[in-house]
């Protein structure tokens, strides 16, 4: 879970040190320290990050904790063990890491304009694409599903099969997907929980995503699951319409 430091590591940079920025890029959580130190935090399928009084027992699976000034502690829950914890040493080694990873931030950066030029000439399935974060950053499976049903694309469309509509329709589908989701609270499948322990209200009102033969909210149609690169893609037959390519 420490790809690039070590637990000792860790003891020694951050202690008395001071967070003076938390910030995000794609699916990297950043914390910004005094020193031009930066720990970066990846929850990938499973991982909790919470805020908890230090003499809270902690959960099992916890494999980091935190103690901040204020009585809290910052604690990484993951029984998965997929989670990842990067330590770099300045802003401009942290920039390089995650500028061989990610393409533009699909919440900060995203336009029409710049998802056209990223679709054209690109011959690969649209709902793939969606999923490469060295394509667009921040976009995870659920949050394609949704925003291909909201464009009315079949996940299975050629990316330069789309029409400058359809581009248009998408851009503007995957950030408010993305935006509604956050003032949500994000969606709570399986262990997800925000900060506090909570879980996030946003998977009562999935249109796509996990509901398989349910009826699709706009016209009936009951919802199919697919299997695209052994991830599974929930799509209304009716409104995303495969054309003839």
């Not at 061989?100 to 030029?117: H, I, V, W, Y």
């Not at 060295?134 to 050629?158: C, K, M, Q």
């Not at 929980?193 to 998977?203: C, I, K, Y």
């Amino acid at each position: 879970m420490l790809p690039n430091t070590t637990e000792a590591d860790l003891q020694a940079t951050l202690s008395g040190h001071e967070v003076v920025g938390v910030d995000r890029r794609g699916k990297y959580l950043l914390l910004h320290l005094n020193d031009d130190t930066h720990l970066s935090i990846h929850r990938k399928m499973s991982g909790n990050l919470l805020l908890e009084p230090v003499g809270k027992p902690r959960e099992l699976h916890t494999h980091l904790a935190v103690a901040l000034d204020d009585g809290t502690e910052l604690r990484f829950v993951d029984a998965r063990k997929f989670g990842r914890v990067y330590l770099f040493r300045s802003r401009e080694e942290l920039d390089d890491f995650l500028a061989a990873r990610l393409g533009p931030d699909s919440l900060l950066e995203l336009d029409a304009d710049m998802l056209a030029a990223k679709l054209r000439r690109r011959k690969g399935r649209i709902k793939t694409l969606l999923l490469d974060q060295a394509f667009l950053a921040g976009v995870g499976n659920l949050y394609a599903d949704e925003a291909l049903w909201e464009a009315r694309i079949h996940p299975l469309r050629s990316a330069e099969s789309l029409s400058p509509r359809e581009v248009r329709r998408l851009a503007e589908a995957i950030r408010n997907v993305l935006v509604t989701a956050i003032d949500r609270r994000g969606t709570s499948f399986s262990t997800y929980r925000d900060s506090d322990g909570t879980p996030g209200e946003n998977q009562e009102f999935l249109n796509a995503y996990g509901r398989e033969g349910q009826p699709c909210p706009r016209c009936g149609t009951p919802i199919r699951r697919i299997t695209i690169g052994q991830r599974s893609a929930f799509f209304c037959p009716k409104e995303q319409k495969l054309r003839r390519q």
